[in-house]
T-cell receptor
Framework: AAGVIQSPRHLIKEKRETATLKCYPI?????VYWYQQGPGQDPQFLIS???????DKGSIPDRFSAQQFSDYHSELNMSSLELGDSALYFC?????????????????FGPGTRLTVT | DQQVKQNSPSLSVQEGRISILNCDYT??????FLWYKKYPAEGPTFLIS?????DKNEDGRFTVFLNKSAKHLSLHIVPSQPGDSAVYFC???????????FGKGTLLTVNP
């Protein structure tokens, strides 16, 4: 079965540079989520898109922005990178239209992008 | 403020025995709960979920129990296998916004 694809898998950037992370959701999934996981931490929600519209926003810095395109893939853009941005970034997708009680809350995660800022 | 808590950072069990992973939550608005398994350098893998209107859900070796009055849920793995060794995350959802709130995870080690 097709899974969530993320690229690149690893990225090394210097402080103050920019980075773009890409996510390709599972086909026919209508919602994409981005999470950040620091070392030894639990994944923290950043932002989500439902049918290409931003649906919820978490603890995402103003230096970060994201969008979902017409083909449902999503990109997370990170500018003015700081050392503290070094983390694993996960994308997840779900089929929200399935609705509560029918499994619409299950999110399926990609393998992640490991971002290292030096 | 950690709304989903996994108070045991690690758990070690023998192969063939039962593994019980616990999770507590503080936000009574959560209405759906999920368990994920995570290997190093991989994304979390969905295991099993439960709606707040149920108290038990079973899928093969995995069973999740929900005690809503105690704001507590647990994941039972029977029988445990060495391949189950991973970090297990409990997560919760409010039906209105769909985002997952995770606990800090429990490292399960199943010894042969």
């Amino acid at each position: 079965a097709a899974g969530v694809i993320q690229s690149p898998r690893h990225l090394i950037k210097e402080k103050r540079e920019t980075a773009t992370l890409k996510c390709y959701p599972i086909p026919r999934h209508d919602t994409v989520y981005w999470y950040q996981q620091g070392p030894g931490q639990d994944p923290q929600f950043l932002i989500s898109f439902y049918e290409k519209m931003q649906s919820d926003k978490g603890s995402i810095p103003d230096r970060f922005s994201a969008q979902q395109f017409s083909d449902y893939h999503s990109e997370l853009n990170m500018s003015s990178l700081e050392l503290g941005d070094s983390a694993l970034y996960f994308c997840a997708s779900s089929a929200r239209l399935m609705g509560p009680g029918t499994g619409g809350f299950e999110q399926y995660f990609g393998p992640g992008t490991r971002l290292t800022v030096t | 403020d950690q709304q989903v808590k996994q108070n045991s950072p690690s758990l070690s069990v023998q192969e063939g025995r039962i593994s019980i992973l616990n999770c507590d939550y503080t936000n009574s608005m959560f209405d759906y709960f999920l368990w994920y398994k995570k290997y190093p350098a991989e994304g979390p893998t969905f295991l099993i979920s439960i709606s707040s209107i149920k108290d038990k859900n079973e899928d093969g070796r995995f069973t999740v129990f929900l005690n809503k009055s105690a704001k507590h849920l647990s994941l039972h793995i029977v029988p445990s296998q060495p391949g189950d060794s991973a970090v297990y995350f409990c997560a919760a959802v409010r039906g209105s916004n769909y985002k997952l709130t995770f606990g800090k995870g429990t490292l399960l080690t199943v010894n042969p």
